[in-house]
């Protein structure tokens, strides 16, 4: 009897299954909306189809190490106007919750917020899914298994400046990732304590490359002359902002093409399998390069019918509409070679939930700071305004402080007066080229709240040009001083003063060398 020869893979019998578009279906995903000290959020969507559901039990399993989910607490989204009903429980015997829906009707979506925590920071986790629903007809089981990225697509830091009357506060907002993103709005709210006015012009959108973080500044003032509370009896800011992330918005793009243009031809009944696969594909053809480019063009260079792959899912067809798809496929790949990008051009009020608007809320302690002192140094020029080489120059200092961004218990241990004086040394520093100091560069002194002090300082320019004035520190001194935090803000930080030499006339010959002509001074008079 003849051997028969095993069958090549391409000549294997391949039985392809997929939900079709009527089939109850469930996506999950991070929900849009974070608040960075709240628990995060899934954002579950379960789709009916032609089901009309009695009853619906849905679980949701952790695959990864470290995540706790709180089934327990979920709750339909406020937005869910599909009229189910949601109910969780612990069946006997059974691990987890249990969560119940009822009444779903056909062609609805429900719509579910499940919390969870996480003991490690992971980029993505595995969810098993699994929901046992009734029906008219009878029950059935859908189950699958999902893997989500739940990493912030955005990093956001903040610097403070503090001033007498206000504080400067800058927020530096660029992507965690390779893909930019799209900055819609952002928003430091007030407290009753503080007034926030934002001090810079936000250009609206701004899409924000991974190498060129976008920066927003708001002044910070205090409402009267209140005194502050403690840190855990003071209302915080509060940090919004609305974006979109740009490899999302490619991949909707390409996807709403898709399927819009099979709904409307003789093969819609292959959209959701299609639009999934092409979901996948598109991720992960996209490249740091790809987005970057993306971002800048403002539209979408679609990839080829070979980039996307769909010669490895085409056998997988039936016979009768493998040819019909795959030339449907390639038609659409030549008629849509380049597709806009889709970003929100602009939006007053941002909205969630819409064109894939995220949001990110972050909770922003007002800043503390025990002692702001003020230094500003002025020098007595003369009528010309420029000083001479070697001259000797008088500059009047002048010191005050404020205590008024912290809490008056900070000050208990060092003082009994709340308001009475402490002690404090500036250093007076220039580099030693630059600017002779005559007398003590450093000095002591104690002052109370918003009282001025003055000293009068003597300095010596040593070379000409523009020359920085010297520079001003302030630090704590005495007993139990040196944990007081103190920042000084100085007034004088960048100013110059103008330097000449001290030469009224100068003598100069022309002489011959063998390098050709060139100047010999021979003398010179002081303007003296």
């Given at each position: ?357 995220r949001r990110l809320d972050i909770t922003v302690p007002v800043p503390r700071l025990p002692v702001l002192h003020t230094a500003k140094l002025l020098l007595q020029k003369n009528a010309s305004q420029i000083l001479a080489t070697g001259a000797l120059v008088s500059a009047q200092l002048s010191i005050f402080h404020t205590r008024r ?67 001003v520190e302030v630090r704590p001194a005495g007993k139990g001083m040196d944990e007081l935090s103190c920042d000084t803000f100085y007034e004088s930080m960048g100013e110059t003063a103008l330097v000449i030499d001290d030469v009224g006339s100068t003598t100069i010959t022309l002489q011959d060398t063998p390098m050709g002509t060139e100047p010999l001074l021979l003398g010179f008079k002081s303007r003296a």
């Amino acid at each position: 009897m003849e051997k028969r020869q095993p069958l090549s893979e391409q000549q294997m019998p391949q039985v392809l299954c997929y939900l079709s578009n009527d089939a109850l279906y469930a996506s999950i995903q991070p929900s849009p909306n974070v608040h960075l000290d709240k628990p995060r959020m899934l954002d579950l969507r379960i789709e009916s189809g032609r089901n009309a559901i009695s009853t619906a039990d849905i679980k949701v399993r952790a695959a990864s190490a470290g995540l706790r989910l709180r089934t327990a607490e979920t709750k339909l989204a406020a937005t869910d106007q599909s009229g189910a009903k949601l109910e969780t429980s612990t069946a006997p015997g059974a691990i987890g919750v249990l969560v119940q829906i009822k009444n779903i009707k056909q062609h609805s979506i429900i719509h579910m917020f499940i919390p969870y925590d996480m003991e490690r920071d992971m980029p993505t986790v595995t969810l098993r899914l699994e929901i046992s629903y009734q029906t008219s007809t009878g029950d059935f089981i859908y189950t699958s298994v999902k893997t989500i990225p739940i990493s912030l697509p955005v990093e956001v830091n903040v610097r403070d400046f503090f001033r007498s009357t206000f504080i400067r506060s800058t927020f530096n907002i660029k992507p965690a990732g390779a893909s930019p993103v799209n900055i819609l709005g952002i928003d430091l709210s007030d407290t009753d304590l503080f007034e926030v006015r934002s001090s810079s012009v936000q250009a609206a959108p701004m899409l924000v490359f991974p190498d060129q973080p976008a920066q927003k500044s708001y002044r910070i003032l205090p409402r009267g002359d209140e005194p502050r509370k403690p840190a855990e009896k003071e209302t915080s800011l509060d940090l919004s902002i609305w974006y979109q992330c740009l490899d999302e918005r490619v991949t909707s793009s390409i996807r709403s093409c898709l399927i819009s243009q099979l709904d409307d031809s003789e093969l819609g009944q292959f959209s959701r399998l299609l639009g999934n696969y092409l979901d996948v594909q598109v991720r992960r053809w996209l490249t740091a390069a790809q987005l970057s480019q993306i971002g800048v063009l403002k539209e979408i260079k679609l990839p080829s019918f070979a980039e996307i792959g769909w010669q490895s899912l085409l056998p997988r067809f039936p016979r009768l509409h493998r040819e019909k798809v795959q030339v449907w496929l390639e038609k659409w790949h030549n008629n849509n070679s380049v597709l806009a990008l889709g970003l929100v051009d602009g939006i007053d009020e941002p909205v969630e939930n819409e064109e894939g608007i995220r949001r990110l809320d972050i909770t922003v302690p007002v800043p503390r700071l025990p002692v702001l002192h003020t230094a500003k140094l002025l020098l007595q020029k003369n009528a010309s305004q420029i000083l001479a080489t070697g001259a000797l120059v008088s500059a009047q200092l002048s010191i005050f402080h404020t205590r008024r961004w912290d809490s008056g218990d900070v000050y208990d241990s060092l003082t009994q007066d709340t308001d009475g004086a402490l002690d404090f040394v500036f250093e007076l520093d220039a580099p030693p080229d630059t600017w002779l100091i005559a007398g003590q560069r450093r000095t002591r002194f104690s002052a109370k709240e918003d009282e001025v002090k003055t000293w009068q300082i003597l300095l010596i320019p040593l070379k000409p040009g523009k020359i920085l004035l010297p520079s001003v520190e302030v630090r704590p001194a005495g007993k139990g001083m040196d944990e007081l935090s103190c920042d000084t803000f100085y007034e004088s930080m960048g100013e110059t003063a103008l330097v000449i030499d001290d030469v009224g006339s100068t003598t100069i010959t022309l002489q011959d060398t063998p390098m050709g002509t060139e100047p010999l001074l021979l003398g010179f008079k002081s303007r003296a």
